[in-house]
C-alpha cells in the first residue's frame, strides 16, 4: 500500500506536466509555430516557416495545412498528419525524395517541394498519392529533366493532376537539353492544365512531344530557355485545348557573379530509362513530317483555343516578314507579347490574326513599318510601339498609310521613339482612339487633327520640345471636353512666358473640362531666363497680360515707325531712279514685245533715224520749217511725232523706240516745252538713254528757242547749262547769215559720229 501511494505521489507531478501541456498545445508541438484556419477552405494551418528547424515538428491530426518553408530540414517528414492536403516544404534542404516519403499521405493535393537541395526523386515516390492536384519541384538544379520520367510515370496513376512546376531544375550554365518523347509520354492519360518547364536550358524538342502531350493542357511556360527552330514548331498546333503559350527570355543572358563561381551544380545525370522504352518512343524517318511544296510565306500552325502568346524579352534578331497564323478552327488569339527583343523591321503583313486585340511590340530596336503590316490586325484595340527607333518612318508617312487599317485602336504608344514631326495625316482613320502616348520624343510642334477622335480621353505629351499647342489643336480639345473630361500631360516641355504664346498660357488657365495632369510641375521661361511655376497660373497671365500691354503699344509704334521710313526711304529711291526704271522698262517692253521693227543697217548707220525732235505742238510750224531744210537740203532722216508715230502704239512706247533709233535727240526749249508732260518725258528718256544705252555718249541736243527757257530747267539738267552745251536760235530771226550759222552748226553736229557735241556746240551762242 505504501508502494502505490508512492508511485501516484512520484507521478501525479508528470500527469499534471501533461494536461497542461495538452491544454496549451493548439496545434503544433512547437509553440513558435502560427496556427490559423484558412477562411475559404476551413483547412487549419499550422505555419512553422523561418524558425530554423533541422527537422519537422509534431502536429495534431487535424492540423490538414502545413507550411515549412525556410528551414533547415534535410530529411523529409515521417510523422506529418496521416489526411495532410496541403505542404510546403520549400527552400529547406531536402536531397532525395524516396518512394517512400509520401506513401503515409494519400490525402496531399498540395505539395511544394521548390528550391531544396533535390537531385533525385525516386521512381513510386508519388504513386499512392491519387488526389495530387498541385505539384512544385521547381529550382532545385540538380534534380535535372530526367526526372521528367519518375514523375510522369508516377502522375499517369492520378486523375486529379492540374499544376506541375518544374522550373530551374537544371544548372544555369551548361549543355543545352534536349526533351524527348520518353521524358513525358506517361503524362499523356493526365489531366494536366499547367504545365512550367521554364529555365532549362532546352534546346528543343523531338519531334512528336507535342503530340503526346496531355489533350487538357491549357498553360505551358517554355520560357528562359535556348529554343532553336525546328520540326516541333509544325505541331505546335496539336496542343488543341492549350489557351497560353509563354517561350519569352530564350537565349537570354544571365548575370555572371561570384557566386556562380563558388557554387559546384552538376545536372549530369545519366537517364534511367531502359534500352526498349527508348526505342518504343524513338523517332524513325517514317514517323516526321515529309515537305512536298514550300510557300514563301512562313506559317505557324496555332491551337485553335490560344489566346495568349508570350515571346518577349528574346535575344532572336530578326525581321517580321510576311507571316501567318494557322489554325484547325476559327482562331481565338487576342494577346501577342513581342516586347523586349531585337525586331528592327516589320514588314509584315501578319495574316490570320485578325482576333489580336493586343500587341505589344516594344523595345524592340524596330526602325522600319511598312505600310501593309498591320493589314492582317485590323481588329487590334492596343498597341505599344514604345522605345523604338521609329521616328524617320513616321516622319515620312505623309498619307497616313502606316496606321491607315487599324479602325477598332484604343490605345496607341509611341513613346521614346526620336519622333521630330508628326504629319497630319498619320491618325487619319484612327477614330476610336481613347489613349495616345507620344511622350519622350522631340516634337516640336503638334499638329495632327483631334476633331474626328470623339472618344480621346487621354493624351501624353510629356517630356518634349513643345513650346505652345496651336489654336487648332486646342479648339479640338475644347471641342471634345465638352462631353468628358480631357486628361492632357505637357509636362516637361519648354513653355515660354513671352507675349506671343499668352493666349495659350490664358487656354491653360481658363480650361475648365481640360485636367492637366501634374500641373503644379510646369514651368515657363521668360525672356531673361526666369522660370515660373503654374501653381499660380491665374496670378503669372495677369502679369503677362500687363506687360504684354506695354509691349503691344511699343510694338504698334515702332512697326508704325519702321513702315513710315521705309516707305518714305523707298518712295525717295523710286522718285530719284524714276526716270531710269520708266526707261529700262519700256525698252525692255521694245525688246521682248518688239513692236517696232527696226530695218537693217544701211551702210555704216545702225540708226533708223539721224535725230529724232522733241518738241511742244506750239512750236510746230518752227519745227516744220526746220525739218524741211535739214531734209531737203542736207539729206538728214529726222523723226517728229506728228509724222512718224506709229498709230495705235503708247505714246511712251513710240517716244521710247524714236529715241532708242535715232543717234541724237533735238529737244527745242521753250516755255511750252517746259509745260508739257510728254515734252518732259522725251527729255528725260533721251538723257537715259545717253547715259544707259550709249556709254555715256551725249546725245542730247537743246535748241533753245526762248533764253528764258534756260532758266527754267529742272535741276537735273543742270550741266548741260553751265557747260554752255546747246544751241540758240539767233535773237533776230531775220538774219539770214545768223540763221545759216545756226543750221550749220546743227547740221554738223547731226552728221558728226565720232566727235565731241560739246566742243562743237560750245560757239555756238557767240
Known sequence: MLFFLHLVLWTLPMVFQMLTEKETFKCSSNHNCTCYKHEDSGILFADCSNLNLQSAPLFNDEVT????????????????????????????????????????????????????????????SFLDSRYLTHLDASNNQELTLEVLVNISHDLSYSTAIRVLNLEGIQCTYGVSFIIRKYHIADLKTTQLEHLNLASNRINSLEFGVFSILPKSLKHLNIANNVLSFGLYIIEFGSLHSLISLNASFQSYFHQINLNNFLTACNDSHISQISSSDRLRYAVTDLNKPKITNVSSTLRLYIPPNLEVFYFHDNMYKMT??????????????????????????????????????????????????????????????????????????????????????????????LRSNRIFRLPPAIFRNLNQLKTIDISDNTLREFSIPLENMKRLKRLNLFNNQLSFLNKETRNAIDSLSRKKKIYLNVTGNRFTCVCEQLEFLRWMAQSKHVKFMQFDDYLCTFRNSFKANFSDIDNLVQVMEKHCASYMVTIVIMTSLIFITLTTTFGRILYRYRWKLRYMYYVAREKYRDNVQRPDNTGNSSYYFDAFVSYADDDRRFVIELVKRLEGNHNLNLCIHHRDFIPGTGIADNITNAIHNSRRTVAIMTSHFLDSYWCMFELNMGRMEAIYSRNGENVLILVVLEKLAIAKLPFSFMDLTESRSYLEFPENGDDDDEVSAFHSKLVATLKCRECDFITLSSNTSA
Open 65 to 124: 495545412g502545413i507550411i515549412l518553408k525556410h528551414n533547415n530540414i534535410s530529411e523529409f517528414p515521417p510523422y506529418l498528419p496521416r489526411d495532410i492536403r496541403y505542404l510546403d516544404i520549400s527552400k529547406n534542404a531536402i536531397g532525395t525524395l524516396k518512394e517512400t516519403s509520401l506513401s503515409n499521405y494519400k490525402a496531399l493535393q498540395n505539395i511544394s517541394l521548390a528550391a531544396n537541395a533535390l537531385h533525385s526523386i525516386e521512381k513510386g
Open 320 to 413: 517580321l516578314e510576311q507571316f501567318a497564323f494557322t489554325s484547325m478552327g476559327p482562331s481565338k488569339m487576342t494577346h501577342l507579347y513581342l516586347q523586349n527583343s531585337i525586331i528592327y523591321k516589320l514588314n509584315g503583313p501578319i495574316v490570320g490574326a485578325n482576333t489580336v486585340r493586343y500587341l505589344d511590340l516594344s523595345n524592340n530596336f524596330c526602325n522600319f513599318i511598312s505600310d501593309y503590316f498591320f493589314d492582317g490586325l485590323k481588329n487590334l484595340s492596343f498597341l505599344d510601339l514604345s522605345q523604338n527607333v521609329l521616328g524617320k518612318v513616321l516622319e515620312d508617312d505623309n498619307n497616313g498609310n502606316i496606321f491607315r487599317n487599324l479602325v477598332n485602336l484604343t490605345i496607341l504608344n
